[in-house]
Protein backbone atom coordinates (compact mmCIF):
# COMPACT_ATOMS: atom_id res chain seq x y z
CA UNK A 1 0.00 0.00 0.00
CA UNK A 2 2.84 2.41 1.10
CA UNK A 3 4.51 1.98 -2.91
CA UNK A 4 1.36 2.63 -4.47
CA UNK A 5 1.04 5.92 -1.84
CA UNK A 6 4.35 7.37 -3.35
CA UNK A 7 3.94 6.40 -6.84
CA UNK A 8 0.93 8.26 -6.49
CA UNK A 9 2.23 11.43 -4.92
CA UNK A 10 5.24 11.28 -7.29
CA UNK A 11 3.10 11.03 -10.23
CA UNK A 12 0.63 13.52 -9.65
CA UNK A 13 3.88 15.61 -8.85
CA UNK A 14 5.20 15.53 -12.35
CA UNK A 15 4.60 18.30 -14.38
CA UNK A 16 2.18 17.84 -17.22
CA UNK A 17 5.17 17.95 -19.99
CA UNK A 18 7.57 16.00 -17.75
CA UNK A 19 8.95 13.50 -20.73
CA UNK A 20 7.77 16.49 -23.51
CA UNK A 21 11.62 17.41 -24.12
CA UNK A 22 14.71 15.87 -25.01
CA UNK A 23 16.27 17.21 -21.93
CA UNK A 24 14.91 17.72 -18.55
CA UNK A 25 16.23 21.11 -16.77
CA UNK A 26 19.05 20.49 -14.36
CA UNK A 27 18.71 19.05 -11.00
CA UNK A 28 19.26 22.07 -8.02
CA UNK A 29 21.16 23.59 -10.57
CA UNK A 30 22.89 27.16 -9.00
CA UNK A 31 23.59 25.23 -5.58
CA UNK A 32 26.72 25.01 -4.16
CA UNK A 33 28.96 21.58 -5.67
CA UNK A 34 28.97 19.55 -2.73
CA UNK A 35 25.31 19.90 -1.93
CA UNK A 36 24.44 19.49 -5.41
CA UNK A 37 26.73 16.46 -5.73
CA UNK A 38 25.43 15.40 -2.13
CA UNK A 39 21.69 15.52 -3.60
CA UNK A 40 22.56 13.93 -6.74
CA UNK A 41 24.39 10.93 -5.86
CA UNK A 42 21.36 10.20 -2.65
CA UNK A 43 18.84 10.92 -6.16
CA UNK A 44 20.53 7.78 -8.06
CA UNK A 45 20.50 5.83 -4.98
CA UNK A 46 17.14 6.01 -3.88
CA UNK A 47 16.09 5.56 -7.92
CA UNK A 48 18.17 2.28 -7.91
CA UNK A 49 16.54 1.63 -4.85
CA UNK A 50 12.92 2.07 -6.17
CA UNK A 51 14.00 0.52 -9.51
CA UNK A 52 15.06 -2.85 -7.76
CA UNK A 53 11.87 -3.16 -5.31
CA UNK A 54 9.78 -1.93 -8.79
CA UNK A 55 11.11 -5.24 -10.55
CA UNK A 56 10.61 -7.61 -7.20
CA UNK A 57 6.79 -5.97 -6.98
CA UNK A 58 6.61 -6.89 -10.95
CA UNK A 59 7.32 -10.43 -9.97
CA UNK A 60 4.50 -12.60 -10.78
CA UNK A 61 2.21 -12.74 -7.31
CA UNK A 62 4.09 -9.97 -5.30
CA UNK A 63 1.91 -7.11 -4.75
CA UNK A 64 2.14 -3.61 -6.08
CA UNK A 65 2.71 -0.96 -8.77
CA UNK A 66 5.92 -2.92 -9.81
CA UNK A 67 6.33 -1.33 -13.56
CA UNK A 68 5.08 2.42 -12.18
CA UNK A 69 7.84 2.20 -9.46
CA UNK A 70 10.57 1.02 -12.21
CA UNK A 71 9.60 4.08 -13.74
CA UNK A 72 9.68 6.35 -10.71
CA UNK A 73 12.86 4.92 -10.41
CA UNK A 74 14.30 5.07 -13.82
CA UNK A 75 13.40 9.17 -13.36
CA UNK A 76 15.37 9.37 -10.46
CA UNK A 77 18.96 7.71 -11.88
CA UNK A 78 21.78 9.26 -14.49
CA UNK A 79 22.75 7.57 -16.98
CA UNK A 80 23.08 7.64 -21.06
CA UNK A 81 20.04 7.01 -23.17
CA UNK A 82 17.50 7.23 -19.95
CA UNK A 83 15.77 9.49 -21.33
CA UNK A 84 14.76 7.88 -24.44
CA UNK A 85 13.96 5.05 -22.47
CA UNK A 86 11.48 6.96 -19.71
CA UNK A 87 9.59 8.58 -22.79
CA UNK A 88 9.09 4.84 -24.34
CA UNK A 89 7.78 3.48 -21.70
CA UNK A 90 5.81 6.64 -20.61
CA UNK A 91 4.20 5.80 -24.18
CA UNK A 92 3.30 2.36 -23.84
CA UNK A 93 -0.92 2.70 -23.80
CA UNK A 94 -0.89 0.93 -20.11
CA UNK A 95 1.40 2.77 -18.14
CA UNK A 96 0.41 6.24 -20.13
CA UNK A 97 -3.93 4.97 -18.78
CA UNK A 98 -2.41 4.47 -15.89
CA UNK A 99 -0.72 7.90 -15.16
CA UNK A 100 -3.14 10.11 -16.63
CA UNK A 101 -6.25 8.28 -14.30
CA UNK A 102 -4.26 8.52 -11.36
CA UNK A 103 -3.41 12.69 -12.36
CA UNK A 104 -6.60 13.09 -13.13
CA UNK A 105 -8.16 11.75 -10.00
CA UNK A 106 -6.63 14.51 -8.07
CA UNK A 107 -7.28 17.39 -11.09
CA UNK A 108 -3.98 17.25 -12.71
CA UNK A 109 -4.21 17.37 -16.50
CA UNK A 110 -3.14 14.18 -18.50
CA UNK A 111 0.97 14.06 -19.43
CA UNK A 112 1.57 15.62 -22.57
CA UNK A 113 3.58 13.87 -25.11
CA UNK A 114 5.25 15.26 -28.66
Known amino acids: MGS ?5 VVVVKWRA ?21 AAIAGKN ?3 LVLI ?11 P ?12 LVDFPGKRRLEQRLVRRPAIRRVIDRV ?12
Request: glycine share 14%; charged share 15%; no cysteine.
Open 103 to 114: RARFGHPPLELD
Open 4 to 8: LLIAG
Open 52 to 62: LVGFVMALPGV
Open 64 to 75: GQGILTMLIGLT
Open 17 to 37: DQFKHETPPPFMEGRLHLLRF
Open 45 to 47: VVG
